[in-house]
Each structure stands twice: as C-alpha cells, then as structure tokens.
C-alpha cells in the first residue's frame, strides 16, 4: 500500500447504529453496505456478531453481499465473541476481526478490576485467538487516548509480536486535543517495536466537537486508517465524519494524503443513511448539510454569483450536490434578486431591479425566505413581463 494512502474504515452499521432509535433491519444494512463498497471505503465493520442473532445474521449476509471492501467484525476480548465473529465472516473475501480490551487506568481498575499486566496478557490471548481464524488482525485499546502512553506502547508491541494488523488508537471519550492526539501517534511511531509493519488507524469520538481534527492529525503524524461514519453519527455526540475527513484530504494536496474515495457520492450517500436510521443531519452541517453551499448574505451572494470560490472552498458538484443555492432573504441584496428572478425567467433592466427592490425588501421581511412562486407574485404587481428568451 502507497504511504500516502488512508484507509477509510467505515463503522456506519456498528458504532453509527448503536445511536438510540437508529437501529436498522437486514436488508436496511445490506443496502447501505452495498452503497459503502461503491463508495470505496476500505474496511466496513458490519457489526458487533455476538450481541444478537441479528446482528450475526447482518454481518453474514454483509460479508456475502460486498465485493472489494475488507468486511470487519468487532468482539471484546474473549473467545466466544471472536469465534461467533469468525463465523459470522466466514463468506468475506476480506475478513478481519476486530478485537480489543480497555487500556487506560480507568478501564483497568473501575471496569474491569485488573492489573495492567493481566490486561497484556487478555490482549495478546485475544489477538492470537482471532489469528487463528484470519490473517487479518485489529486491535483496538480502548479509551487509549487517556491512556499513559508509555504503557500503551508496551501494550501495542506485545500485540503486534501476537499478530495483530492493525492497531487503533480510539479516543473513546472524545477527550483529547488534536495537538495531543497527533502527538500520541508520533510517541507510538517512534516507540513501539515493529510498528511499521503494520496500520495505525484513528477512532475518534466528538464528545468536544474535535473528532474530525484529531482524525486529522493522527494521519499527519504517521497514522493511515481513519475510522469514521457516514454523517459523523456514533455514540454520544458522533465520531468522526467520513465526509468530512475525505474533503478535508481532497482539499488540502499539500498533505499528500489520499482515500481513493469517490467524493461525488457523499451526498447521496448521506441522504441514504439519513433516511435508512431516521436522523436528519442539522442543516450547518459540514459537507453533506442542507445549508452547506447555500448563501442568504447579499454580500456573500454578490460575491458567489461572480465567481462560485469567493465563498465556496469545495465545488458543490464534487461531492454529488448539483449547484450552490442563491437563498432570498431580507438580507439579501440587487444581485440576488436579479439573478434568481433570471432564473425562473425574468431579465430584469436596472429600472425594473430598482423598481422592484423595495417591494421585494417588504415582503422579504416578512417572511423567512422568498420563493419562486413569490417571485412570480412580485412580479405580477410590478408588471413584469418574462423575456422571450425564457418561453
């Protein structure tokens, strides 16, 4: 694999489904698995097979169902759950078992009352078990972000020594500073034995609203998977957006970085899962939001309408969204008004846009935005006429 490659590993169906009220059936699943795989996301983990027959059924079906993505199942460390989760991969063409137990001082003693070598020992057992059955090895320590980093890497050595693939790196709790995450994957790149033979991935969560910028800057610091879900929906306040992510990379060539993802399918991508899981994402939101290449400020309107990278960093059609959107408010100004009425048909002369606009101001004001149907309003009691042109 090219250095400059991140893999895009995509737990949409895991983590992004463990949201209360998201829950998806069978088919709902194998839908989007099937969209996730024409995306060109790398690994998708299908699910957690131990916890109910229907989730070993989904993950199943899913590794019959893809084609070219490495499909990936969690378990915790113990043997009945990555045997269930070996089953449950047994029709993959790329099975990998995701396997892993708590690292931090908190998981040790309050969750699972042990000692940090008891922890080693679990971990390795677990990777070595799961090797048994695929060559192909995750390992996660979870909650590694508030995890003393020099236990961490002795931790990591150890189970890459038992065969592990793949090392995440989960800031579980959202907790850390992108600064102090991408230092994290620099102390683990420089300090654990054997480490460049195999995969740093990133799993961050967004409890502080930094999933995205730790992500980020695990990658800059050596890390090449980005774990990451469709809309940045998980557990809590979400993990890390794959739209996001992929644009951020797509946009910025200096870091050398690429998904191999096709971005002109975000949208629609977004949408499906949107629809699916019943989360509409917040209209602000990043990329795929209703208001992402919208504008309603006459200034940034102005601005767009003479050329679209005034404003608009990303081309809308980049990431499967057919044009920016003009929206007409009461702040917006001349050029908007003129250029969305020559849109549904009227060429306005500057007497009519100066006729006009004051009436358009005092309906603006009263309502939050100005259709085109109110357009046609306007210009009815203005005695506008469309051109010839627009018939």
């Known amino acids: 694999m090219s250095n400059n490659k991140v893999q895009i590993f ?9 949201v209360p009220g998201c829950k998806l059936n069978t088919e709902q699943k194998l839908i989007i698995a099937e ?37 990936c199942g969690l378990t915790r460390a113990n043997k009945k759950d990555i045997e269930v989760a070996a089953a449950a991969l047994k029709y993959a063409k790329r099975p990998r078992i ?22 080693i020992e679990r971990a390795v057992q677990a990777v070595a078990y799961a090797k048994s059955f695929v060559e192909d090895v995750e390992f996660y320590a979870e909650d590694a972000g508030r995890t003393d980093n020099a236990y ?16 995440n790196i989960p800031d579980t709790t959202g907790y850390c500073l992108p600064d102090e995450y991408g230092a994290k994957i620099k102390y683990l790149k420089e300090n654990v034995k054997g480490i460049d033979n195999v995969t740093i991935s990133c799993h961050c969560h967004n409890d502080l609203g930094l999933a995205t910028a730790n992500a980020i800057a695990g990658v800059q610091n050596g890390a090449r998977q ?47 899962v949107q629809e699916s899981m019943g989360m509409k994402v917040q209209p602000n939101k990043a990329i795929v939001g209703e ?9 940034h309107q102005d601005g767009v309408i003479k050329n679209r990278e005034t404003y608009e960093i990303i081309n809308p059609s980049d990431v499967g969204v057919n044009e920016s959107s003009i929206v007409l408010t009461a702040r917006s100004g001349r050029a908007a008004l003129a250029y969305r009425a020559k849109n549904v048909g009227y060429n306005l002369t500057k007497i009519e846009l100066d006729d006009l606009y004051p009436q358009f101001l005092k309906f603006a004001d009263f309502h939050k935005q100005v259709n085109d149907e109110d357009l046609h309003h306007l210009m009815e009691l203005n005695h506008v006429h469309k051109t010839a042109a627009n018939f």
């Open 35 to 71: 969209r996730l795989d024409i995306l060109g996301v790398d690994v998708i983990e299908a699910g957690f097979p131990v916890s109910s027959p229907g989730d070993f059924t989904s993950v199943e079906k899913i590794s019959k169902l893809v084609k070219t993505a490495t499909v």
């Open 291 to 299: 208001n992402a290449f919208a504008h309603s400020s006459g200034i």
């Open 10 to 18: 995509d737990t949409t169906l895991r983590d992004g489904e463990q």
């Open 226 to 272: 980005i774990e990451c879900t469709i809309n940045g929906i998980g557990e809590r306040a979400g993990n890390t957006s794959l739209e996001e992510v992929v644009m951020i990379l797509k946009q910025h060539p200096n870091l050398n970085l690429d998904t191999g993802i096709n971005s002109k399918l975000l949208y629609s991508t977004s949408q499906l």
């Open 152 to 167: 961490l890497a002795k931790v990591l050595e150890k189970v890459i020594k038992a065969g592990a693939t793949v090392l």
């Open 98 to 119: 995701h396997t892993g137990i708590g690292t931090s001082d908190s998981h040790i003693i309050y969750k699972f009352n042990s000692t940090p070598e008891k922890i």
